[in-house]
């Protein structure tokens, strides 16, 4: 007997009638690029409103100039920003080096941009050999999974040994060796993400100990 009808079984037993129990409904393609387009549009509107209100309250969204004294602003980025092109100064921001953005912003709005660096370091570099190497460990199991189960670790075959009802073998033949390839691959991510923290840690301690050395 299959685990889902013993389950089944048990659960007729003891609740005293039978419960409406289905399995896991796969998302559809369609689910996906509709929730793609939802994220983009909401994503652009939130854009759009950022344009706007740049514009209309430079009080908030350029503060540094209207609510310091000149003596303690910091001092202004080499790169001169287009603030009345739309969307212009994207190519400005990212042209900043981050030496400027040190001095120009302070160490901890700089040490939270790096951190905001390294988790899409980190994202990028996972989802992409993640997608590669995962996926087509995945991919090319015979589970017998349909959809996107196809891409996950549910595709990986198990030993199942026990007989359907009608008394017929259904085993399958396990394919466990694939399971060492997570396996590596999770250690392979830690790592990497320890030495990224840990480079983020040194650089963190010269800035620190510079600035008190300096007072």
């Not at 202004?76 to 092109?85: C, I, P, V």
């Not at 996972?126 to 670790?153: N, P, Q, R």
Request: aromatic letters at 16%; glycine letters at 8%.
């Amino acid at each position: 007997m299959a685990h889902s009808d013993l389950l089944l079984h048990e659960i007729e037993r003891f609740g005293g009638k039978q419960h409406n129990i289905s399995g896991i409904s796969d998302v559809t393609v369609e689910a996906v690029v509709l929730s793609f387009y939802l994220n983009s549009l909401l994503f652009t509107i939130l854009l759009v409103f950022f344009e706007v209100l740049r514009r209309w309250l430079p009080t908030i969204y350029n503060g540094a100039l209207y609510h310091k004294d000149p003596g303690t602003q910091e001092p202004k980025l080499d790169t001169s920003f287009n603030l009345h092109g739309l969307f212009g100064w994207w190519i400005d921001v990212w042209k900043v080096p981050w030496h400027r953005v040190l001095q120009c912003c302070g160490l901890d709005a700089y040490m939270y941009l790096r951190y905001i660096r390294l988790c899409g370091r980190l994202t990028m570099v996972s989802a992409f050999w993640g997608t590669i190497v995962l996926g087509t460990v995945y991919y090319t199991a015979d589970g017998g999974e349909k959809g996107w189960y196809v891409f996950t670790m549910k595709n990986i075959p198990g030993d199942d040994s026990g007989d359907d009802d009608d008394g017929n073998d259904d085993r399958v033949k396990s394919d466990g060796r694939r399971l060492w390839v997570p396996v590596v691959f999770c250690y392979l991510m830690t790592l990497y993400t320890f030495y990224l923290v840990k480079e983020e840690y040194k650089h963190y301690v010269e800035l620190r100990m510079e600035w008190l050395a300096k007072g």
